[in-house]
């Protein structure tokens, strides 16, 4: 595979997740939505994604269009603040956890069998257990644990942008060195 493909891969991931973390609100609109995130990674899936990619696919869009729904939902409060706007809440959330585990495990495979990448790799499985057993327990109703799992959720996935960005660069420093 190019290694400029490769590249752009990583650095797309980058952003996107970058965009799925920050939500920056000017009057009550997210001007940073993450459905624009999800777009970015689904940009990335033909370079990463071997196995299962019908059904990453299918979640990626699935998350595109629930948070441009909620993205939405958010300017115009359509759901209003009763039962359909939480069911839809958690419905966003499992599919968010759904698709980032099968999307972070589709790439630890890339970086293991397809990079030699194996420190990378282990890494980011590392970051993905982590992220996985996090989200499960912030959906749960714990209080100040709760609040706990979710700022290591964040500084977690934060790692992970780190990790995609250095992997960037050390793409780019092989295609410098002449490494194809």
């Known amino acids: 595979m190019e290694k400029i493909k490769i590249e752009k891969a990583f650095s797309y991931a980058f952003w996107g997740m970058l965009l799925l973390i920050f939500n920056i609100n000017i009057n009550g609109i997210n001007i940073l939505p993450g459905f624009i995130g999800y777009i970015m990674l689904l940009m990335t899936l033909d370079t990463f994604v071997a196995k299962r990619k ?59 069998e397809d990079m030699n990448y194996d420190e990378e790799g282990a890494k980011l499985q590392s970051y993905r257990d982590i992220l996985f057993i996090g989200e499960l327990i912030a959906l749960l109703p714990l209080g100040v644990i709760t609040l706990i799992v979710v700022v290591v959720c964040l500084i977690v996935l934060i790692m992970i942008c780190v990790l995609f960005y250095q992997i960037k660069k050390r793409v780019t420093e092989e295609l410098r060195n002449g490494e194809y």
């Open 54 to 112: 019908e059904l990453i696919d299918t979640l990626c869009i699935a998350c595109i269009g629930i948070n441009a729904l909620d993205w939405i939902n958010n300017i115009f409060n359509l759901l209003g603040d009763g039962l359909i706007s939480v069911l839809f809440n958690y419905l966003a959330r499992f599919a968010a956890i759904a698709f980032m585990v099968l999307y972070l495990t589709e790439v630890i495979r890339f970086l293991r």
